[in-house]
């Protein structure tokens, strides 16, 4: 039994290491600054403009599912169908246009627009669909989100395969818009300049709008949420169909790199939005996460993956660097909220 | 207002598959006055204030606020009728600021289109929830921390504070001395004696008989699901009310005040 | 945490799959009624039900292996069971469902073997229960069970690719250059046997060529592409690139396009997808080992039929289809007959 007055006291050592734990932002940044610092020693080629565009290129795609999915489990739920909804969105939409259009992949740069539009419009309808599933399953059928969206996961990768026939399919498209600005100094192409116009915005929802702050209600309370009078149902449909729209969008940002709708392009991508969410800061338990922090989170994973092929690593340590970096994340976590009292 | 009555339920039932939870339960409330509902673990207390809130529909039975029939298709529906409820344990989200927590369901956004679209005055709703809470005697300042970071008392005066703020006609308080000290627990019921002198129908569901005895104006008793007694405080001593809890001494129902 | 995730995904994908192929067998249940009237010569009199278990159900590959074993069952009246994972070409996903097959006791079992030690264990329970097991496009490590082992030759496949590769180059002696070769998976024996064929062929006539990284993209052509980018920045006097199969040939051709170095970078790539072979016409890919899938399907199903009907054993263990190079030269009609088709 300890003495009452250490009992009171707690230590200071760890009182300030709650503190710093607390800045989630801050670490985040500092240990992007060291993933850097690092990959730039060991390979002086990863600090250049071309390996930021590259990093930022990936980025692009697994940030706008990381931000579903942190809304998704901010609200108490989890969303499994999001990598499996990038590969058939980007089918349907590459087949919207080959087929339906009838436009083939000789149709390149300013001419795609037009048909691009189409199929963007009809990638996201998709990704919105699945989410409005996703929340049937949930709220009038009352299964588990795990389960629920492991369900349409499948489904989804099965109709993916039917639509595509297992092959990719090609139609117009404007490389360009992948591409970095200025290869010289703006590591920035068009398409990642529009996913951090979306992120943004969603960054704004989440942390300053009512649609934001129901979602951490759900997830923090679902019961004082509803006897607070707010539709509990009614905000889960949302955040579900927006996490299925961003991942449509992401299916047409995918598609944009490819140049055609791949139904394997998906394949593995809910795993690496749910680690990204989960270093940014976001808890599993729900009522916990920002923007920032997957934004950052996402970068992060992205920042690895390119220094491990850049130095000439295994991909295989990608795995265990990610491993190590969840441990930390949920560690600090637990850190933080050590001192009070539990929920 | 017919009879000074303000609120009240009459013959409600409610079951759970095959658990009778309410059985022809009556009881109304009236402004101005405190009721205290009291009786066993499983006596369908916290059932009957969730009926009177909103959450539970009943299988059968009649609610009537101010002599009119109503029915409540959710919560958001006693809200807007301006009943508030304090619930066992479950009122507050945890990972919301006090603040938030106050206004939720009613939050303030901003003027103009960023309005229209949810943008949230979080400014003016700090200052307000800080003035809300403080008018009826509660004293936390409501900064930018998560209710987590409250102790358990705190918590509580937080969410009775929100009740008795919002409260226009009618305050429902399931349990509202949980968690809280001697000291606490007599501030809040003085907030309780205070919402009375406002005018407001207080009805306090309480295992602590002592506060009961001490607040309250009429007594009502149940067990098993029913009704079993309604009488005014005066009628019961700590005694008579145990026994009365209990089945010791059989009392017969709905004795009007 | 990873190992159940696919576990459920298996469950849920099995599940789909087995609605989605429903469709498949429903196809050849009249031509079992006929082939009942028809053979006499059924070694137990029962009709003959053949389990194709292939990779990977998204891969073309694949798809055209479908077109060729659904041909060939329904000509010798057999039943056909295929399955698969929908997306994912690895072990842990194929030993279940191997598994659950099993379980429904085929006469004969059609393996290609995502891992040669991992699914030993399959083929040796199969063979304990009396199915008769075929090895296609990939082999376990133990033939002595398996009644025969058809393959397209891979390491032919992978020489031949450096042979094009070095072609477009343009190789003269005594100068240096540098190649990279993505593929897909490290354990697959296809993979691997490709990689060998290439690297003993660059090393044994273009010995100035030095293959500076090989990349592993688990058939994902978005991940094809990364590996792609950061080689791009890692390596600005890169020559040429191996694309050991269709994925990382979609992948890596839009890499090289988005980035503009169509005419600076040699693609040498395997499988006849359609999209990838439209790109030979444009010159963005210079050359296409294509292999006949479909042919490797119907021989498979021939050798097990045989066995049963009439107890005779192929010609040879190992059978070897050989390979065909689609480049510029080839003509527009055989284009067309080895382009890999899909229902």
Not at chain 1, 89 to 95: D, E, Y
Request: aromatic residues 6%.
């Amino acid at each position: 039994m300890k003495s009452i007055s250490s009992r009171l006291r707690p230590h200071v050592g760890r009182r300030r290491l709650r503190a710093l734990a607390s800045n989630q932002s801050a670490i985040l940044v500092g240990v992007l600054i060291v993933l850097i610092g690092v990959f730039s020693a060991l390979e002086p080629k990863f600090f250049s403009v071309a390996t930021a565009g590259n990093i930022l290129t990936d980025w692009g795609s697994v940030v706008l599912i990381a931000v579903g999915m942190t809304y998704v489990i901010i609200s108490g739920g989890i969303d499994l169908s999001v990598g499996a909804v990038v590969g058939l969105s980007s089918v349907t939409a590459a087949w919207t246009m080959a087929t339906v259009l009838g436009v083939g992949q000789d149709v390149q740069g300013s001419a795609a627009y037009g048909t691009m539009l189409v199929g963007a419009v009809v990638s996201v309808s998709v990704g919105a669909l699945v989410g409005l599933i996703n929340a049937f399953l949930i709220n009038k059928l009352h299964i588990a989100p795990f389960i629920a969206t492991l369900a349409t996961m499948g489904a989804c990768l099965g109709f993916s395969v039917i639509i595509s026939t297992g092959m990719p399919i090609g139609s117009a498209n404007d490389f360009s818009l992948i591409a970095p600005i200025d290869s010289s100094y703006v590591p920035f192409s068009w398409a990642v300049v529009a996913v951090i116009m979306v992120v943004t915005i969603l960054g704004f929802f989440l942390h300053k709008a009512r649609f934001g702050l129901y979602t951490y209600a759900v997830g923090s309370n679902a019961f004082a949420t509803r006897v607070a009078g707010i539709n509990v149902e009614r905000q889960r449909t949302k955040v579900y169909v927006l996490s299925g729209a961003l991942a449509g969008l992401a299916g047409m940002y995918v598609y944009i790199r490819l140049g055609a709708g791949s139904p394997s392009s998906g394949n593995g991508r809910e795993l690496d939005a749910i680690a990204a969410a989960v270093i940014g800061g976001v808890a599993l338990s729900g009522g916990v996460g920002t923007i920032l922090g997957t934004v950052l989170g996402t970068l992060i994973l992205f920042t690895v993956q390119s220094g491990l092929i850049m130095v000439g690593l295994a991909p295989d340590w990608k795995k265990v660097v990610v491993a190590v970096l969840i441990a930390a994340a949920v560690g600090a976590q637990s850190l933080r909220r050590g001192g009070g009292s539990q929920p | 207002m017919t009879d000074g009555v303000l609120y009240e339920v009459r013959n409600v039932t409610k079951s759970y598959g095959q658990v009778r939870a309410l059985e022809d339960a009556s009881i109304m409330l009236r402004a101005g006055e405190v009721v205290g509902l009291v009786g066993d673990n499983g006596a369908g207390k916290s059932t009957l204030i969730k009926v009177l809130s909103g959450v539970h529909r009943p299988d059968s039975g009649e609610i009537l606020l101010d002599g009119q029939q109503r029915s409540w298709n959710s919560p958001r529906e006693a809200l807007d009728a301006g009943i508030e409820t304090l619930y066992q344990d479950s009122s507050l989200a945890p990972h919301l600021t006090v603040s938030q927590n106050v206004f939720l369901g009613r939050e303030l956004t901003v003027p103009g289109f960023l309005g229209r679209m949810g943008f949230l005055n979080s400014k003016k709703m700090d200052e307000e929830a800080r003035e809300d809470l403080e008018r009826v005697g509660i004293l936390i300042p409501p900064s930018g921390r998560t209710v987590t970071q409250l102790s358990g008392g705190q918590r509580q005066a937080v969410a009775v504070g929100r009740a008795v703020a919002w409260a226009r006609t009618v305050i429902l308080l399931d349990e509202p001395t949980n968690h809280l000290g001697a000291r606490q627990s007599i501030d809040v019921l003085n907030v309780i004696a205070a919402a009375r002198e406002q005018g407001l129908a207080v009805m306090l569901i309480s295992h602590t008989l002592p506060y009961v005895l001490q607040v309250c104006d009429r007594i009502v008793v149940m067990r098993l699901g029913r009704v079993v007694a309604d009488a005014p405080r005066s009628s019961f001593d700590a005694d008579s009310l145990i026994g009365t809890i209990t089945g010791s001494i059989n009392s017969s129902p709905a004795n009007e005040a | 945490m990873k190992r159940s995730f696919k576990l459920f995904a298996v469950a849920g994908a099995a599940a789909i799959l087995a609605l989605t192929t429903g469709c498949s067998s429903t196809d050849n249940s009249e031509t079992a009624e006929t082939s009942a009237a028809e053979s006499e010569a059924t070694v137990e009199g029962d009709p003959i039900s053949i389990a194709f278990l292939m990779g990977a159900e998204a891969d073309p590959f694949f798809q055209a292996m479908k077109v060729g074993a659904e041909e060939e069952a329904a000509a010798l009246g057999v039943e056909l069971i295929w399955q698969g994972d929908p997306a994912q070409y690895s072990p842990e996903t194929q030993i279940p469902i191997v598994d659950a097959v099993l379980a429904l006791n085929p006469t004969g079992l059609v393996l290609i073997p995502t891992d040669p030690k991992a699914l030993q264990a399959s083929v040796d329970k199969a063979v304990a229960a009396g199915i008769i097991v075929v090895n296609v496009d990939t082999r376990v490590d133990d033939l002595s069970n398996v009644l025969t082992f058809i393959t397209g030759d891979n390491q032919d496949g992978g020489a031949k690719a450096a042979d094009a590769l070095a072609g477009k180059i343009g190789y003269a002696e005594g100068q240096s250059y540098q190649v990279v070769v993505g593929s897909s998976s490290p354990t697959a024996t296809t993979n691997q046997a490709r990689l060998e064929g290439f690297t003993n062929r660059i090393a044994e006539m273009y010995p100035g060529i030095e293959i500076v990284d090989v990349a592993y993209s688990e058939s994902n052509p978005e991940k094809a592409s990364t590996n792609v980018n950061n080689w791009l920045t890692k390596y600005p006097d890169l020559s040429g690139i191996f694309a050991i199969d269709g994925t990382n040939a979609s992948g890596a051709s839009a890499a090289i396009e988005a980035k503009g170095l169509k005419d600076k970078i040699a693609l040498v790539g395997y499988d006849a997808y359609p999209d990838n072979v439209a790109k030979i016409k444009s010159g963005l890919i210079t050359a296409l080992i294509a292999q006949d899938p479909a042919a490797e399907a119907r021989l498979a199903i021939q050798a097990i039929v045989n066995k049963v009907k009439d107890g005779v054993d192929p010609e040879s263990r190992e059978v070897v289809i050989p390979n065909v190079i689609l480049d510029s030269s080839t003509s527009d009609a055989d284009l067309k007959t080895y382009t890999y088709v899909a229902n």
